[in-house]
């Protein structure tokens, strides 16, 4: 019990932590740093797991956006990747995990959001394009992020069906 305590103390300890430096560096670091620098300063983590809310953001801004749609494939119960657009934003997308708990966990928690399709598949390099297809996540999109442990650079390398405009892409 007491073990398990301080784990979760610790747990908020960090993550408070990172919200306190994210405040600083959105204060005191000037945004008209040089890239990558520009970047680097505004991280921070709302949804995400390190800090990636900040980056995208960040680059979103840089690059602009199109379709404000994106395709999460790995999205586990907090939504991965793309949680802060889906959560914050009101944006569209597609949320793909093989975990049929974590599929029902986030649809509950984006009820708010009607645009937001969560889908329960194990997606592998023969059936991306399929599933991309079947829920009308073809031609470009804002955001492609693959996190599923091992082969994620096999699916995205038999991608056909959707064109992002940036990519996340787990490696090991």
């Not at 398990?4 to 959105?26: F, P, Y």
């Not at 801004?61 to 657009?85: D, K, M, P, Q, Y």
């Not at 914050?88 to 649809?107: P, T």
Request: charged share 20%.
């Amino acid at each position: 019990q007491l073990k398990r305590h301080q784990k979760e103390q610790a747990k908020w300890q960090t993550g408070l932590s990172w919200q306190v430096n994210a405040l600083i560096r959105r204060l005191f670091l000037p945004a008209e740093a040089s890239f990558p620098f520009n970047l680097v300063a505004r991280r921070f983590k709302l949804r995400s797991q390190h800090e990636e809310d900040g980056y995208l953001l960040a680059l979103l801004g840089e690059a602009g956006t199109g379709s404000r749609r994106f395709v999460e494939i790995g999205c586990g119960r907090s939504g991965g990747n793309a949680a802060i657009l889906a959560f914050e934003l009101g944006w569209g997308g597609l949320m793909v995990d093989a975990q049929q708990a974590s599929i029902e966990h986030l649809s509950r928690l984006l009820a708010h959001n009607s645009a937001v399709q969560c889908v329960v598949a194990e997606v592998l390099p023969e059936t991306v394009n399929a599933l991309l297809a079947e829920h009308g996540f073809v031609g470009e999109v804002d955001l492609l992020s693959i996190d599923i442990d091992g082969y994620d650079y096999w699916v995205f390398k038999a991608l056909e069906a959707c064109r992002p405009r940036m990519l996340m892409l787990e490696y090991n």
